[in-house]
């Protein structure tokens, strides 16, 4: 396993992070333990929920299937670097969702009460609250800090704007601030690389892709479909962009067929040559899929794939951060750097065990 530096901090977390929005909904809870003693026993270290996660079988349902796990003991609580997050809604009533004050506080000791834990690693903001000022939000987790609830605060699906203004808030405060971002970036995907990646490096920041294979979308679908197999998500979204973008799908698995890749971990491949990337979030249902995901870090793609993925996923804009990949499209810009729709950053330095 390869392990890197979490943005700005000193913390060491696995270049995949295991995401767990399936435990306890898709997959049971036994096959969760399993597959959580699964990603320990492969390296990973960098666990991923959240406090709506599982909520179809009660609020918190994902938490708790994890604060089992660790209170099956092994060390399982040491080894894991945990991150959760909140603002969605838990409960009824107007102060149950959000990032006051109070709702963070009281969000954090049922996290706490349901992880089975005394300690979060990354409490992440999943959305900015346009309602809250930074200030009551800084105040607020640096108490939890302080009570040494939390380790490190992260955010998530936040513009590169508001990166910025969360970062010189708690810098007004002397306040560490935010330590990572996780957003929705990958193939399909690459909106990140106007502002929200640029902003992040510049900041510092870890970038954490979520969806990394778009709901199934870079997994195989057409061939598996093709096969007979179930394809995973039937959801109007993904079936809709499914039709809009077969063209570029069936050159991807052609492609991936080519190269005697899979398409799950060409995908992931990709994510991990990103510059700014620090570890995308696979969210496996099965044990195999979690193998399957880890081999991606042995994949090292060359400059005609690479170019390749480029002219089947155009990056936005004409290849080059905000604001200047929408000057450029006007024609009276400069050229964009040739970073192929990355933020130009010094690569991660790895170490290996």
């Known amino acids: 396993m390869e392990y890197t530096h979490l943005g700005h901090t000193g913390l060491s977390v696995s270049r995949l992070g295991l995401g767990t929005m399936n435990f306890g909904s898709h997959t049971t809870e036994s096959d969760s333990h399993v597959m959580m003693d699964r990603a320990l026993g492969l390296g990973l270290n960098f666990f991923d929920t959240a406090d709506i996660y599982g909520r179809k079988a009660a609020p918190g349902g994902t938490e708790a299937v994890i604060g ?37 506080i009281q969000a954090c000791d049922a996290s706490l009460k349901r992880l089975r834990t005394d300690w979060i690693d990354v409490y992440q903001m999943h959305h900015v609250d346009r309602s809250t000022p930074w200030e009551e939000i800084w105040e607020a987790i640096g108490t939890l800090v302080a009570q040494g609830k939390v380790r490190y ?136 899929q979690l193998d399957l995901s880890v081999g991606a870090l042995a994949v090292t793609l060359d400059g005609e794939t690479l170019a390749r993925l480029d002219a089947l996923f155009p990056p936005v804009g004409s290849g080059g951060p905000a604001p200047g990949a929408w000057l450029d499209r006007s024609g009276y810009g400069e050229p964009p750097p040739a970073c192929s729709g990355s933020s130009a950053a010094a690569p991660h330095e790895h170490a290996r065990s």
Request: hydrophobic share 40%.
């Open 68 to 104: 089992r796990w660790f209170a099956r003991g092994g060390g399982r609580r040491d080894k894991v670097v945990l991150a959760t997050k909140v603002y969605g809604r838990t409960a009824e009533g107007p102060n149950n969702k959000g990032l006051s004050a109070r709702r963070l």
């Open 153 to 288: 605060a992260g955010s998530c699906n936040f513009a590169g704007w508001h990166l910025v203004s969360a970062q010189a808030a708690a810098e007004n405060r002397h306040h560490y601030g935010l330590v990572s971002e996780q957003c929705h970036y990958n193939l399909l995907a690459r909106d990140a690389e106007l502002d929200v990646i640029p902003a992040a490096t510049e900041l510092g920041l870890g970038v954490l892709p979520w969806s990394p294979l778009h709901g199934g979308l870079l997994s195989g679908v057409l061939g598996r479909g093709a096969a007979g197999s179930a394809v995973r998500s039937t959801s109007a979204r993904v079936s809709g962009e499914l039709a809009r973008r077969r063209r570029a799908l069936a050159g991807y698995e052609a492609l991936c067929a080519e190269r005697g890749v899979h398409p799950a971990v060409m995908a992931l491949a990709w994510l991990l040559g990103r510059p700014a990337v620090t570890a995308p979030l696979v969210g496996p249902r099965t044990a195999e």
